[in-house]
């Protein structure tokens, strides 16, 4: 079944917990829709965002979804996942959640050397961070790519994507909601 991710804004926690209380009561009964894992992270001056991974048969599943759950628009987008061992586990209590926006990355050609990279740059820094998951989106000709960390600092975070020669868009400390 496709994999899909979902961001979308909250005006604040309330609107969020309640929004998710009709999703979870949405989803069940649907039937067609699993939700994997949720990241929660503030992004100052807009509100609340929850970044949502879904397993569903199509797209037209996800808009029915957010449709009967009366969820606010967000984007929506096919993604490749890339989970490892622990994603969606509090890690170390030195170690906090963030996600991180590398906006347009590679072509689709490149993604291998791009993962090699970020790999290699990991393995010198594995006291201080741990990839979590990447979902992968196409956006025009080129993949965007959302990365979940937890890590000591987001100066370890941005220490990493120097070493992979990786972008950063924004960095957002996040907590797993689910």
């Not at 005006?11 to 894992?37: C, F, H, N, Q, W």
């Not at 170390?92 to 347009?104: A, D, F, I, Q």
């Not at 741990?130 to 965007?144: A, C, H, I, L």
């Amino acid at each position: 079944m496709p994999t899909y991710m979902s961001l979308r804004p909250y005006p604040s926690y309330k609107d969020l917990a309640e929004s998710s209380a009709r999703l979870d009561a949405t989803v069940v009964p649907l039937g067609i829709v699993k939700r994997m894992l949720t990241y929660v992270f503030a992004v100052p001056g807009q509100g609340i965002v929850a970044a949502s991974c879904y397993e569903a048969p199509d797209v037209n599943a996800m808009v029915e979804m957010a449709k009967v759950a009366g969820l606010p628009e967000g984007m929506v987008r096919t993604i490749l996942l890339d989970r490892q061992e622990g994603a969606g586990v509090h890690g170390p209590k030195s170690h906090r959640t963030y996600v991180v926006n590398r906006g347009k990355v590679c072509s689709q050609k490149d993604l291998e050397k791009i993962s090699e990279r970020s790999l290699a740059a990991e393995d010198q820094l594995t006291d201080e961070l741990k990839r979590m998951e990447t979902w992968m989106y196409d956006d025009d000709d080129q993949v965007g790519m959302l990365s979940i960390y937890q890590s000591k600092s987001t100066k370890a975070i941005r220490h990493h994507a120097e070493l992979a020669d990786l972008p950063i868009v924004d960095v957002f400390e996040a907590r797993i909601a689910s």
